[in-house]
Antibody, heavy 120, light 109 residues
């Protein structure tokens, strides 16, 4: 069974960089046909796709966040990571990592989510 | 830019009733790229429907999806207690590459 687990600081100061890591088990992030994504959800609100990384390391970002986001991977650890710079209170949210199936075109596995609060 | 609208915002129904949820795209889209997810409180979203009408593995047959072009529908034929949740449609393609609708909350009347 594929499992994803987010990890990282739960509190980040304004103007600093938010960093999260997603550790994948039960599947290799190097497997073809899949992309590895980050999605966030402010409390009581909807889902916002942040971006994704392919097995070849190419990335796609939501244009609304593209100037602040970097997604990278570490295949030796079977992990991928999110960095979001210059954060403000508006970036406070639950951050999910998820696997995107590019053949059937859907998110099939999700992490449990990691709450990140931006506050001084 | 693709925009997804979902209606109603909240649907208040009783167990056993039928739920009909709507997702409308700002432009015509391929049904291949339309999916539905369920999110229960405190949980990650769960895939229900992909390709507009195909049920994901393990999803009960009371859930069905339909539609084409700009109008898509998720139907829950008879609501079970565990079905009271928020439902999101999601579209792949264009800009941004992945878009979620604002969600429809199905709550107990």
């Amino acid at each position: 069974q594929v499992q994803l687990q987010e990890s990282g600081p739960g509190l980040v100061k304004p103007s600093e960089t938010l960093s999260l890591t997603c550790t994948v088990s039960g599947a290799s992030i190097s497997s073809s046909s899949y992309y590895w994504s980050w999605i966030r959800q402010p409390a009581g609100k909807g889902l916002e796709w942040i971006g994704r990384i392919s097995t070849s390391g190419s990335t796609n970002y939501n244009p609304s966040l593209a100037n602040r986001v970097t997604i990278s991977d570490d295949t030796s650890k079977n992990q991928f990571s999110l960095k979001l710079s210059s954060v403000t209170a508006a970036d406070t949210a639950v951050y999910y990592c998820a696997r995107w199936d590019s053949v059937y075109v859907y998110f099939d596995f999700w992490g449990q989510g990691s709450l990140v609060t931006v506050s001084s | 830019e693709f925009v997804l609208a979902q209606s109603p915002g909240t649907l208040s129904l009783s167990p056993g009733e039928r739920a009909t949820l709507s997702c409308r795209a700002s432009q015509s889209v391929s049904s291949t790229y339309l999916a539905w997810y369920q999110q229960r409180p405190g949980q990650a979203p769960r895939l229900l429907i992909y390709g507009a009408s195909s049920r994901a593995t393990g999803i009960p047959d009371r859930f069905s999806g339909s539609g084409s072009g700009t109008d898509f529908t998720l139907t829950i034929s008879r609501l079970e207690p565990e079905d009271f949740a928020v439902y999101y449609c999601q579209l792949y393609g264009s800009s941004p590459l992945l878009t979620f609708g604002p969600g429809t909350k199905v709550d107990i009347k």
